[in-house]
């Protein structure tokens, strides 16, 4: 039945998505980070693609219902309990008084007017020095007239000190009282089925805006999903390239070029599944090209030898061995074939033999020595 | 009358004094002194120098009193330097070989080698000497080096190891069977590569081998002999005339006996001297005087050892230092590229040989030793003998063996190194143990080289402090520090 209700809802379903919303975001989202190291990288092509046909969609914005109904109508995808109800919509839609559909369309200028401050992204002041004219999000006051005393309150400083402190209380309130009751919601941890294998990390601030907070990881090991021979496991590292850890065997990549997490993740997920397929598709396996480790340094793990401890064995190994030396030592001592370089030297000086000093007769010969 | 004086203005402008005025003598003098440059700008009435100097018979602007003197604690001040070494001495000096020590005391069990000696597992662990000839014989092919400890002891002496009694052995077996001995001796540094070579030597040179050294492969591909093109030659091969003229005149030296007793098999005609069949070797090796004709005699020769029609001795052929060859050389040529070593044709025979391709009629042994204080680096070599190695110990089903593979995204490996080096066997050269270190730790003491009773004790602290036996390490442990 078309209630008015349901018509807003169906009114508003075109304008939530928000077209200047989404691009002043990511604009906002370029400007916010000037310092990035990463790269500026444009999409692939076929995301592209994908993401232009997006916009496309939402660039169509409806000034109300019956533009809505009668494009929603025009989709060949939608079921036929869906397109009565349209119809149905449709028709009262057209019943509707044309004054009624004017102060519609007033009304939703208006709301788009209101709330166009809302979507504004915050630029930064192009010739501030240092955007000393940004507006501090972290400062306690507002900075207007807090040095004004009018002799009848504390000041803006004090009153914002206050509010700081009650803002605090509340804080460490929900800490004790409310907190401990989060425990009830607890789940007891269930390790992933052989199903799922995809395994995602989410950064959260708690509440905060942060440019990392979109940012999804994911990693799966390319043995674990189902249904791929060995050959299509290699493809499948082959095709993640640096995001292979071969010494871990696991494939690691992150999203996050979408503005929300969500997208981020659904791209992931779309993404792992066409890796899957390509992995899959018979036409070329990359044998040709050999697995590419060069971004990994595998670190050699030294561990102490088997053989260096000390065990019982061993230890009666090596008191034989000494027994036997000494042994050794002993034979060639009583023998007397252990030799001493000193006692060589001393004895080889003691038998050495003098020469005698030969009696010169000439002058001449006093350069040789006979 | 003017006329004249004037003339005489524009000839010499110096002429300020009036010519008619009488001229004093000393001016006079001064033009008789200042005749050597008639046209200065000087004035004519200057003092002269010398004469002066000669009165005062002090130094040129010099004041007298106490002078500032610097410099004066200059070396050249104090003592004189002496006669400074002339071209070529220092070089000389540094690479002496002394093989002798008048000081040592003579070992008196110390036994020479016989033909048989290095390859009897009985001798292990025993120092045994080199026989005079075998001395002169090695030291005609440039086998000792000046690094080694030769100059400490009454006569050289070598200690025989397992690794000396393996390679003796396979040596002996290669050459009972006519098979050739393909192998690459290496292990660290100081260890004892050089000396491994040195033994097979001794013992080719002991059992009438003919031995073909290569002392240093260095001194083939650093560019630091003559080389040329040799015409003819697809691809182009070079050859090394004054290296090679040093090399055949070593072979003569080293081999006299046994060329002297082998003949050749067919006439030279190419060589500028009458060769006919059935000469000794000996002199068609004596053909070379010149580095000119030296290379056609070197092939001469090399044709003559590999006939396999004649009744031929068994070959040593070894080369050290590896590394250098097997990497393009420093040569460059005509287009400015590099050459690669084993387009240098002397090393293209050993490269051949150890490869496999070339059959001596008698069999023998191609030997190269790998170096580790001077190599560069040359990852195909590297990966090479250390896949030999691993397919070794595959053979032997050692635990946990592996054959390592190339790495496929590297560049600079080289198929020529690889195709040389795909058969060869592989001996590395590790520590001695401590028997071994005790023989030779007794011999060091009974030479008086080391003030130390040689009991387990004594072995054992410097068989550790060399690293488990390095035997490089044990020498200088114990004979090449001041404590004594």
């Known amino acids: 039945m078309a209630s008015p209700a349901n018509i807003l809802r169906l009114c508003l379903r075109p304008s939530r998505r928000l077209p200047s919303l989404r691009a002043a975001a990511l604009q906002q989202s370029a400007l916010r980070r000037p310092l990035s190291t990463t790269q500026w990288r444009a999409a692939a092509a076929e995301d592209g693609a994908k993401s232009k046909e997006a916009e496309d969609e939402a660039d169509q914005a409806f000034s109300n219902p019956g533009q809505f109904l009668t494009n929603f109508l025009r989709d060949e995808k939608i079921t036929d309990e869906e397109r009565q109800l349209a119809k149905r919509m449709l028709?009262?839609?057209?019943?509707?008084?044309?004054?009624?559909k004017k102060e519609f369309d007033k009304l939703n200028d208006e709301i788009t007017e209101e709330s166009a401050y809302l979507r504004r992204p915050m630029l930064a002041k192009r010739d501030s020095f240092w955007n000393t004219e940004e507006s501090d999000p972290d400062l306690i006051t507002d900075e207007v007239g807090e040095d004004d005393f009018e002799e009848d309150d504390i000041m803006a400083m004090g009153h914002a000190k206050l509010e700081e402190h009650r803002e605090f209380r509340e804080y460490a309130r929900l800490a004790v009282w409310e907190m401990p009751l989060l425990s009830k919601l607890a789940k007891p941890f269930q390790p992933p089925t052989e199903q799922e294998v995809l395994r995602f990390r989410y950064t959260t601030y708690m509440g905060e805006f942060h440019p990392a907070d979109r940012k999804v990881v994911v990693e799966f090991c390319p043995r674990d999903i189902p249904g791929l021979t060995e050959a299509q496991q290699l493809k499948l590292k082959?095709?993640?390239?640096?995001?292979?850890?071969?010494?871990?065997?696991?494939?690691?990549m992150s999203s996050e070029r979408f503005e929300h997490q969500a997208q981020n993740k659904r791209y992931l997920g779309d993404l792992v599944d066409k890796m899957i397929a390509t992995a899959k598709d018979p036409t070329d396996m990359f044998e040709d090209v050999p697995l590419d480790t060069r971004h990994h340094t595998f670190k050699p793990k030294i561990k102490f030898p088997k053989e260096w401890y000390l065990t019982e064995e061993r230890k009666k190994e090596l008191e034989a061995q000494r027994k036997q030396a000494l042994l050794l030592d002993e034979g060639k001592r009583t023998e007397g074939l252990m030799i001493d370089g000193v006692q060589t030297i001393q004895k080889a000086l003691l038998t050495a033999k003098v020469e005698e000093p030969v009696v010169l007769t000439r002058v001449r010969s006093t350069r040789g020595r006979r | 009358m003017s006329a004249p004086n004037c003339l005489r203005c524009?000839?010499?402008?110096?002429?300020?004094?009036?010519?008619?005025?009488?001229?004093?003598?000393?001016?006079?003098?001064?033009?008789?002194?200042?005749?050597?440059?008639?046209?200065?700008?000087?004035?004519?009435?200057?003092?002269?120098?010398?004469?002066?100097?000669?009165k005062t018979g002090s130094k040129d602007h010099s004041r007298g009193g106490k002078k500032l003197q610097l410099g004066k604690f200059k070396k050249d001040h104090i003592a004189s330097k002496g006669r400074s070494p002339l071209p070529g001495e220092r070089k000389a000096y540094r690479k002496r070989?002394?093989?002798?020590?008048?000081?040592?005391?003579?070992?008196?069990?110390?036994?020479?080698?016989?033909?048989?000696?290095?390859?009897?597992?009985?001798n292990t662990a025993r120092v045994l000497a080199l026989p005079e000839e075998v001395q002169d014989q090695l030291r005609a092919g440039e086998a000792f080096k000046p690094t080694q400890c030769w100059g400490m002891f009454r006569k050289p002496a070598v200690l025989v190891r397992k690794e000396t009694v393996d390679l003796a052995n396979r040596m002996q077996d290669a050459a009972d069977k006519k098979q050739m001995l393909r192998l690459v001796v290496t292990g660290d540094k100081v260890a004892g590569k050089s000396m491994m070579l040195l033994q097979a030597m001794a013992h080719a040179h002991l059992n009438n081998w003919i031995v073909i050294h290569l002392p240093e492969a260095q001194e083939l591909t650093t560019a630091c002999t003559e080389y040329a093109p040799i015409p003819g030659t697809d691809p182009v091969q070079y050859m090394q005339p004054v290296y090679v003229l040093k090399l055949i005149q070593a072979i003569k030296r080293a081999n006299e006996k046994v060329l002297a007793k082998t003949y050749t098999a067919q006439a030279h005609p190419e060589l500028p001297q009458n060769i006919p069949p059935n000469t000794p070797l000996l002199k068609l090796a004596n053909v070379a005087k010149e580095a000119d004709g030296a290379w056609p005699v070197f092939q001469a020769l090399w044709s003559e050892l590999t006939a396999h029609n004649a009744a031929r001795p068994p070959i040593l052929f070894s080369l050290d230092g590896l590394a250098h060859a097997m990497k393009p050389s420093d040569y460059r040529s005509p287009a400015f590229d590099l050459i690669h070593s084993h387009d240098l044709a002397l090393l293209k025979l050993f490269t051949d040989a150890l490869g496999g391709a070339v059959k001596f009629p008698a069999g023998g042994a191609v030997l190269a030793a790998t170096s580790r204080s001077?190599?560069?680096?040359?990852?195909?070599?590297?990966?090479?003998?250390?896949?030999r190695e691993a397919e070794e110990r595959v053979r032997q089903k050692v635990e946990g063996a592996e054959v390592p593979q190339k790495d496929p995204f590297f560049r600079g490996y080289d198929e020529r190194v690889e195709a040389v080096l795909r058969s060869v066997q592989v001996l590395r050269v590790g520590g001695v143990d401590k028997l071994e270190a005790r023989a030779l730790?007794?011999?060091?003491?009974?030479?008086?080289?080391?003030?130390?009773?040689?009991?387990?004790r004594a072995v054992t602290e410097k068989w550790t402090l060399a690293g488990s036996g390095v035997l490089g390490e044990m020498e200088r442990a114990t004979l090449l520090t001041m404590r004594v």
Not at chain 1, 242 to 252: L, T
Not at chain 2, 26 to 49: D, E, G, M, V, W
Not at chain 2, 100 to 121: C, F, K, R, Y
Request: glycine share 4%; proline share 11%; no cysteine.
């Open chain 2, 374 to 387: 001077n190599a560069p680096r040359v990852p195909s070599m590297e990966l090479a003998l250390a896949q």
């Open chain 1, 91 to 100: 028709a009262d839609w057209h019943n509707v008084p044309p004054h009624m």
């Open chain 1, 238 to 252: 082959k095709l993640a390239g640096a995001r292979y850890n071969p010494e871990k065997d696991i494939v690691k």
């Open chain 2, 10 to 54: 524009l000839v010499r402008p110096t002429a300020g004094i009036p010519i008619s005025a009488p001229l004093a003598a000393p001016i006079a003098l001064a033009h008789a002194h200042a005749r050597a440059a008639p046209f200065s700008t000087t004035a004519a009435n200057a003092r002269p120098r010398k004469e002066t100097e000669k």
């Open chain 2, 441 to 456: 730790m007794e011999y060091w003491a009974a030479s008086g080289m080391l003030r130390a009773t040689v009991d387990e």
């Open chain 2, 97 to 122: 070989i002394t093989l002798s020590n008048d000081n040592a005391i003579p070992v008196p069990w110390l036994t020479d080698l016989g033909p048989e000696a290095l390859a009897s597992a009985e």
